[in-house]
């Protein structure tokens, strides 16, 4: 799987990201330790960085220079300033292209997949599938026989980490850390309800039972 490097310290943005190219075949893992960002982008070894320019600590064109030191991974720079002097200074710290907030996830995959494949010649994995429907996380959407199923936050971010372990048990724990929402944290009877919410939808769709539970392990997908 492609390691993409979420350095953003708005944990509802970086979350929603990693969730979204989960959902799209990437192994998406978010900065914990803004203080020793090198540290963390060293310990992953990641093929792409998705970079915000204001963090704790030190800014985002300090990171960018200091990981330009030693590696010349694909840098996306993510960042709410739309003044043209922030996206020069980005590209003359390393980066390799910049997005400005608000943005939509189908843009942000798109420029992931286009650097990618500019850097290591590599193709997109395909959007994941539960037999014979698609999921469309950009829309938030499963899409089975031309029909739409739109999927709450929640649902999408449980649905698409199931669907990256198909077939096998997701803990608990797991699932709750992927709802967990900024300091909003989420409790066992909450990710039940989540899971009973995600299985209606499903099942609207024509997918009764393909969430398991395992008692005392979590929930396994099966497609």
């Known amino acids: 799987m492609i390691r993409i490097f979420i350095i953003e310290d708005d944990r509802a943005i970086a979350g929603a ?71 020069i200074m980005a590209m003359n710290m390393g980066g390799d292209d910049y997005i400005q907030k608000p943005f939509s996830m189908e843009v942000l995959t798109a420029k992931i997949a286009a650097m990618l494949r500019r850097a290591y010649d590599y193709e997109a994995a395909p959007a994941p599938t539960l037999k014979d429907a698609v999921l469309d996380a950009a829309a938030s959407t499963l899409i089975r026989g031309g029909q739409s199923y739109p999927l709450t936050r929640n649902e999408l971010r449980l649905l698409s980490e199931l669907l990256a372990n198909k077939g096998r048990i997701v803990s608990r724990e797991r699932l709750m850390l992927k709802l967990w929402d900024d300091d909003n944290f989420i409790d066992d009877n909450t990710l039940t309800v989540n899971v009973n919410r995600l299985r209606k939808t499903l099942e609207s769709a024509g997918f009764a039972d393909c969430i398991v539970t395992h008692k005392g392990q979590g929930y396994a997908i099966h497609a």
Do not use: H, M, T
């Open 17 to 87: 990201i990693a969730s979204a190219l989960g959902a799209w075949g990437y192994d998406a893992r978010c900065a914990e330790r803004f203080d020793a960002i090198l540290d963390e982008v060293n310990a992953f070894a990641p093929q792409l960085i998705l970079l915000d320019i204001s963090l704790p600590f030190y800014n985002g064109y300090y990171w960018c220079e200091k990981i330009r030191r030693s590696s010349k991974v694909p840098i996306l720079f993510l960042s709410s300033r739309q003044e043209e002097a922030d996206i």
